[in-house]
């Protein structure tokens, strides 16, 4: 009997949302904003340690995600600036417990993985397969504080997707086009 394979499809987030939820899990949330960049995927585990999961579909854009720098306020003398690499957050921990890059398969051999990153790589079917484990860049778990900030984004989210949807249905009802 042949193995049924699925599709292909352009939501690689779901499809690794939906494999990371058979493992040991507490929350997932998408495109969620850390230190001022956004984590295409976050999760808490039931142990509390923070995982940040950074899908990319090309070597350019790979290679584009280690140039990301902000500047922000110093919030101890707002007179001054300060520089902050995204990269440079995660390999001091001041990110996430673990860091992962998710690329396709066939980017595996022309990519270099830095020492502070795992790497999961998936197929276009979007089986997912773990080639490198992501060492843990810090030992603070998960506080309250985060928790509570994820409880908070999650739950707008699905404020303003119920009220997105009352509003398309009472103008389907009342026979107005949006």
Known sequence: ???????????????????????????????????????????????DITIEYELKKSLGDYKKDFEKQKERYNWRNL?????????????TGKRTNKFYFVIPEELKDKVEVPEYAGLM?????????????APTLRKEKA????????????????YSEIH????????????VIL
């Open 1 to 47: 009997m042949a193995k049924l394979k699925r599709k292909p499809s352009n939501n690689t987030l779901g499809w690794l949302m939906h494999h990371l939820t058979s493992s040991n899990v507490k929350a997932i949330i998408p495109n969620y904003f850390l230190d001022g960049y956004e984590c295409d995927l976050f999760v808490i585990t039931k142990a």
């Open 79 to 91: 007179e001054t600036f300060i520089k902050s690499s995204k990269h440079e957050l995660i390999r």
């Open 121 to 133: 790589v998936y197929s276009e079917y979007h089986y997912f397969k773990m080639v490198k484990r």
């Open 143 to 158: 506080d309250e504080k985060i928790k509570e900030d994820i409880m908070k984004k999650l739950f707008w989210r699905l």
């Open 164 to 175: 997105r949807q009352l509003v398309k249905d009472e103008n389907i009802e009342n026979n």
